[in-house]
């Protein structure tokens, strides 16, 4: 019995949640023209994935990942801006969808933490220089 | 330093600990909802994904009567679990049409043979394009679009029979 278990999770197959047709045209091949490829990467890697949320779709092994960078390819191929494509991806699932901090009010202590934790080392060098001048 | 100053690692600790406490117990929703509720749907036209019904273009939905969108595919698991409750939407009159995700004619008549068909209207969707125009994130998912063809509501997930009030009430609205 222990062996038939044995045998059994051996031959085991996942059961995968993929659809059964090839991925995209451009999911997994790069553009001819290497500027437009250069451009495209540096957009991907800045795009999350809605399937393995935390990675972007230029990491994600994900169908819609390799959808979403077919569609990118495609349309920077076609000369559409990457700005453009990432406000567009914006329009359809919220900031959630780039990793690009924006400006808007709840990105705000991002911005103004590095502000915020310069001022206090500068406090905290200040007060150790005159500590010591005091000894 | 004086003696309040020396409390902050240890009030920033156990803040930090709290946070993670917290979502421990409670995790982050990881829904991503579409910012098109409210809006018109986008344009689309997709080819039919069975012989023996017609696609489904976005001006379709715009008849008149509200309607429902699944967007499903056959090799997701939870779409065959969400089938009884739209079958028994559409045995209470509800007007169903859908996105079928990459998928393929054979696998999709498979699938609807074994699990009934409610739609009227399939639309194949094989690069998710319109998928990703609509700002879904998955399968299933389902669309609460009015008669004029804005979309009203957004499931995400498989719909459950605790969900039909809501669909009933959602589609009566938006009348």
């Known amino acids: 019995m222990k062996y038939l278990v044995l045998v059994a999770l051996a031959v085991a197959q996942p059961l995968l949640a993929d659809s059964n047709l090839p991925p995209a045209y451009w999911a997994n091949r790069q553009l001819p023209n290497p500027q437009q490829e250069a451009e495209a990467q540096a957009l991907m890697v800045e795009l999350r994935c809605l399937v393995c949320q935390g990675q972007s779709i ?4 994900a169908e819609l990942a390799g959808d979403m960078r077919d569609l990118v390819r495609r349309r920077i191929a076609a000369g559409e801006k990457p700005s453009a494509i990432r406000a567009w991806l914006i ?45 | 330093m ?15 600990v709290a946070g993670l406490a917290w979502r421990l117990i409670k995790p982050a929703d990881p829904a991503v909802p579409s910012q098109l509720v409210h809006r ?11 012989p023996s019904k017609p696609g489904l273009k976005s001006t379709d939905l ?15 698991v939870p779409c065959a679990g969400e089938a009884p409750v739209l079958a028994e939407l559409k045995r209470r009159g509800v007007a169903i049409d859908a996105i079928a995700v990459r998928d ?51 499931y995400v997930g498989p719909l459950t029979a605790a969900n039909i009030p809501g669909v009933l009430q959602q589609l009566a609205a938006a009348r």
């Open chain 2, 2 to 16: 004086s003696r309040g100053l020396r409390l902050i690692p240890i009030i920033l600790l156990a803040w930090l």
């Open chain 2, 62 to 76: 715009a008849s008149g009567r509200p309607r429902l969108v699944n967007i499903f595919a056959s090799w997701c």
């Open chain 2, 104 to 154: 393929t004619p054979d696998a999709i008549t498979t699938f609807l043979a074994r699990n009934g068909d409610p739609y009227q209207r399939i639309g194949s969707d094989r690069q998710s394009e319109v998928q990703i125009a609509l700002g879904s994130s998955g399968v299933p998912e389902t669309f609460v679009v009015d008669a004029r063809g804005i979309i009203r509501h957004q």
């Open chain 2, 40 to 50: 018109e749907l986008p344009a689309f036209d997709l080819p039919a994904a069975l």
């Open chain 1, 58 to 61: 230029a990491d994600s092994d």
């Open chain 1, 91 to 135: 329009e359809r699932y919220g900031t959630w969808i780039s990793y690009k901090p924006t400006d808007e009010p709840a990105a705000w202590p991002l911005w103004l933490a590095p502000i915020g934790l310069l001022v206090v080392g500068a406090w905290l060098i200040r007060h150790r220089i005159r500590l010591r001048a005091k000894r």
